[in-house]
């Protein structure tokens, strides 16, 4: 069983930034692929980023490209998401995932909501 906890969350304006964190427990971190989700009310809960354990490579939805930037630091424990550039359409509860690749089980964070205002 791996606890994910999400901070960073909060307000901003349109233009601005905000960073979030996911910290997780044990001490097999790097082995967890680790993700960020977001649902909106009323949306489906769509994939935002993720990154490798080594965090050598990452990936990301189309929407957020070239403004969000996942990164991992493993001797922390800890996945980051840097969101620039912000847009209204970016509010939404935050989710953090870690996949644990050798038993296909998911694991969430309890999620950190992010409001974006014009």
């Known amino acids: ?18 960073s979030l964190s996911c910290a997780a427990s044990g001490r097999t971190f790097s082995t967890y692929a680790m993700g960020w989700f977001r649902q ?7 994939f935002v980023a993720s990154i490798t354990g080594s965090g050598g490579r990452t990936y990301y939805a189309s929407s957020v ?7 991992r630091d493993n001797a922390k ?3 980051y998401l840097q969101m620039n550039s912000l847009k209204p359409e970016d ?11 050798w038993s296909a089980k998911n694991y969430w964070g309890q999620g950190t909501q992010v409001t974006v205002s014009s």
């Open 77 to 79: 424990n800890t996945v």
């Open 1 to 18: 069983q791996v606890q994910l906890v999400e901070s960073g969350g909060g307000s901003a304006q349109a233009g601005g930034s905000l």
């Open 40 to 46: 909106a009310p009323g949306k489906e809960r769509e």
């Open 91 to 101: 509010t939404a509860v935050y989710l953090c995932n870690a996949a644990e690749l």
């Open 65 to 71: 490209k070239g403004r969000f930037t996942i990164s």
